[in-house]
């Protein structure tokens, strides 16, 4: 079965103003289209043509480049959308705990992942992942993630931040951490609570 892209969970405008309409668009039906589009050339016709998403992204680093790279995109901008909403609300319950004894604050959780995301030359993403049962922040060059086997930290992603030029540029140009400031106006704490809830079974 090839991999399909899903429509994203909410309207292109609904994370306005901190992220923009066009980007958006721009970003999932190009974007996010172009990995899916290109994850299935990639596994059409091969013993990986019927693996889930998450198995395939596991074993990325042994499969072949262009699968670590489209399937990474795919699994990472499924996860994104997800983790994003309008109106985003605050971290609260065990999440909350998590977050202050790990970074004193989610002041100090927002400085770690926006060091991650600055600091990460060229594309990539900035991680919060839950690493033997503790939170850590940590970063990924292009489209790898924590999961897959290639990772430097390796651990279960419950936030990410995609801080790809495309992302952010339209609205922010060269102001990558203007974007990553704005971005926590829009995280979906409801989401980010229910994956640190799953990893930390
Ligand atoms: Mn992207």
């Known amino acids: 079965m090839a991999f399909t892209l899903a429509p994203l969970p909410y309207a292109y405008d609904a994370l306005e103003p901190h992220i923009d309409k066009q980007t958006m668009q721009i970003h999932h039906d190009k974007h996010h289209q172009a990995y899916v589009d290109n994850l299935n050339k990639a596994i059409a016709g091969t013993e990986h043509e019927n693996k889930s998403i998450e198995e395939l992204v596991k074993n990325a680093g042994t499969i ?22 309008g109106n985003g609300g605050a971290a609260s319950g065990k999440l909350a705990e998590a977050i202050n004894s790990s970074f ?32 850590e922040v940590s970063s990924t060059p292009n489209q790898d993630n924590p999961l897959m086997d290639v990772a430097e930290v390796k651990g279960t992603p419950i936030f990410g931040i995609d801080v790809w030029e495309h992302a952010y540029y339209l609205k922010y140009q060269n102001k990558r951490p203007d974007y990553l400031a704005a971005i926590w106006n829009v995280v979906n704490w409801n989401k980010v609570a229910e994956r640190f809830e799953a990893a930390s079974k």
């Open 64 to 85: 072949s480049p262009a699968v670590r790279n489209n399937g990474g995109g795919h699994w990472n901008h499924t996860f994104f959308w997800d983790s994003l909403q």
């Open 104 to 135: 004193g604050s989610v002041d100090g959780l927002k400085e770690k992942m926006t060091a991650a995301g600055t600091t990460r030359f060229g594309s990539g993403w900035a991680w919060l992942i839950v690493k033997d049962g503790k939170l």
